[in-house]
């Protein structure tokens, strides 16, 4: 999505606020009250932008901030948000233009609707996703949580979500040479070849005394495919789900075992409320596709 799209998106909603969503059709019918709050948020709306461009193909990131910036605003100023007014076009429109709902964020932990979640693609998936028990060894799996809790000042005493970039020869110090040809051939299996390159991020998760129902709401990924490597099972909570209009999945996350998922199938993160979790993730997103001719 492009900078210029989206201006010209405010510039309308601007220009004519009670009769515009941003494209042709008039939706909306605003009060006169209404009118005059679009208007002294058409700045905000603005900035969003701004940070949309800077996060590049991130956008997500822009819309969950959006989101929870106006439902600031509702507890703080008591109007509502509905499907029929300018905040909510504008995130709509972020979702549609790059078919993405999530980063994973951990977040206040809600039951959702899955329809809520696939709505705005028209489109319901069932639940698809492989997992393969026994790739890493559980010592190979306590190195790579040693080298995590290394990279974290304080690691003992700092809670929450933590995520790091890695780079191949930094997990490969990690595992023996083959844990990683197992690991590259199920790259391979799953189709991640396809991609002209892929991420290696490392995750902690510790259940934070404070927000003791932050999870990983039901969600589609931004990116194309997802490996995770679960390196321990000593937490409680934090558990991996799928889930689809008709039922949710819990695969059993054992030290060592790999899932692999992409985006069009919906899952979450229930909250952990004891311990750490420590995953390893391998990414690739749609834009690195290879071209075939």
Not at 144 to 168: F, M, N, Y
Not at 272 to 291: I, M, P
Request: net charge negative; glycine share 6%; charged share 30%.
């Amino acid at each position: 999505m492009k900078k210029d799209t989206l201006l010209k998106l405010v510039k309308l909603v601007e220009a004519n606020p009670v009769q515009t969503d941003g494209f042709d059709a008039p939706f909306q019918n605003l009060e006169e009250d209404g009118m005059k709050r679009t208007q002294m948020k058409l700045n905000t709306m603005k900035q969003i932008i701004l940070l949309v461009e800077e996060l590049r193909d991130s956008h997500l990131v822009a819309v969950q901030r959006l989101m929870s910036m106006y439902n600031r605003w509702i507890n703080e100023k008591g109007f509502t948000l509905s499907e029929h007014t300018v905040e909510a076009s504008l995130v709509n429109f972020l979702l549609q233009g790059n078919r993405m709902l999530d980063i994973g964020e951990v977040q206040p932990f809600e039951e959702r609707s899955l329809l809520d979640i696939v709505q705005p693609f028209k489109e319901l998936k069932p639940v698809k996703f492989a997992t393969h028990v026994g790739i890493v060894s559980v010592q190979s799996c306590q190195s790579l949580r040693d080298a995590i809790d290394e990279r974290i000042p304080g690691s003992g005493s700092v809670c929450g979500d933590t995520k790091q970039d890695w780079t191949e020869k930094e997990a490969k110090q990690h595992i023996t040479p083959e844990e990683w040809l197992d690991v590259q051939k199920l790259l391979e299996f799953h189709g991640f070849s396809a991609f002209s390159e892929y991420t290696i991020k490392a995750r902690r998760w510790t259940c934070d005394p404070e927000q003791p129902n932050d999870g990983i709401n039901v969600h589609l990924d931004h990116h194309a495919k997802v490996l995770q490597l679960a390196l321990n099972k000593d937490f409680e909570g934090g558990e991996l789900f799928y889930q689809d209009d008709q039922r949710k999945c819990t695969p059993r996350r054992e030290v060592g075992t790999c899932i692999v998922h992409d985006n069009t199938v919906a899952h979450g993160v229930t909250p952990v409320t004891s311990g750490g979790r420590y995953a390893l993730y391998f990414l690739v997103d749609e834009k690195n596709r290879v071209k075939t001719k």
